[in-house]
């Protein structure tokens, strides 16, 4: 595969031997590669911003399948791919029923491990092409996932990686109050450190740029104490009358609008 169609995947195996192959063939290949001993959240798999999901079902434990289920029906751009010992034709159809789109038994060479997480992944991205094609337009926004920019009026809003990254993600959940902490660890990838401030900052210089550029509409509200809410209107027409950080928590508390920080 090229360069710009690397592979992030994760490994959920205990499998020493079978892990250290796998780890220098996918290096080899210019796959980026994360090794979990143990399963961990679909929230934690999404922060990983993973094309696939290798994984010995004996590792899950007794919630195997439950896991499976759990991580195939959340997060439905992610290919995964069962690699584990001995198995039954009902596990393995069972297996795929769930969601799971490919089943290997052990002994397995590493490089059909991964020539089947190529076509995985291959066949997610086919799916997706059409609805990332799609831009989102919404007030006098448009955002283009596939130019990796907004645009309004007659121009670009000029944004880089990140703050596009940051604005995509709010747009798709329009409406939805996202905590900083979430927000934090779907665009950089990793839990928030304490204290640190970049959400905010981000959030800043979008609006900057939002406003520049589209200056009648507000489109990021701050849930003080927890997060943001993307919901485009029109300035002077929808406009929330002035009030303190505590009265804003406690009326949205009120009406449910508002989850606890």
Same mark, same amino acid.
């Given at each position: ?6 592979? $992030? ?10 892990? !250290?192959? %796998? ?21 934690? %798999? ?7 999901? %290798?994984?010995?079902? /004996? ?10 289920? $759990? ?18 034709? +009902? ?33 997610? $991205? ?32 000029? %944004? ?19 905590? /900083?902490? +979430? ?45 943001? /809410?993307?919901?485009?209107? $029109? ?7 002035? +009030?303190?950080?505590?009265? !804003?928590?406690?009326?949205?508390? +009120? ?7």
């Amino acid at each position: 595969m090229n360069a710009q169609q690397t592979i $992030r995947l994760a490994v959920v195996d205990d499998d020493s031997g079978f892990v !250290t192959v %796998l780890s220098k063939r996918t290096e080899a290949a210019g796959w980026q590669l994360r090794v979990l001993t143990s399963p961990v959240t679909p929230e934690e %798999l999404l922060a990983m911003k993973l094309n696939a999901l %290798l994984v010995d079902v /004996r590792v899950l434990g007794e919630d195997g399948w439950g896991y499976l289920e $759990r991580v195939c029906g959340t997060l439905p751009d992610l290919g995964v791919v069962v690699c584990t010992g001995q198995s039954t034709v +009902a596990q393995r159809v069972r297996g795929l029923r769930l969601g799971v789109d490919d089943w290997l038994s052990k002994p397995c060479h590493p490089e059909e491990a991964m020539a089947r997480i190529e076509a995985v992944s291959r066949r997610r $991205r086919g799916s997706r092409t059409a609805a990332d094609a799609l831009p989102i337009v919404t007030g006098e926004l448009e955002i283009r996932a596939d130019r990796f920019q907004a645009f309004a009026g007659d121009g670009s809003l000029d %944004l880089t990686r990140r703050e596009f990254e940051l604005l995509q993600l709010l747009a798709e959940t329009r409406g939805q109050v996202l905590e /900083r902490e +979430a927000i934090y660890q779907r665009v950089w990838g990793y839990a928030m450190p304490h204290g640190d401030r970049s959400v905010d900052v981000f959030v800043r210089k979008l609006r900057q740029k939002l406003e520049k550029r589209s200056p009648g509409w507000r489109y990021i509200h701050t849930h003080f104490g927890v997060g943001y /809410r993307f919901d485009p209107e $029109r300035r002077g027409v929808a406009a929330e009358p002035p +009030a303190t950080a505590g009265e !804003t928590v406690g009326s949205q508390a +009120a009406n449910g609008s508002l989850t606890p920080a």
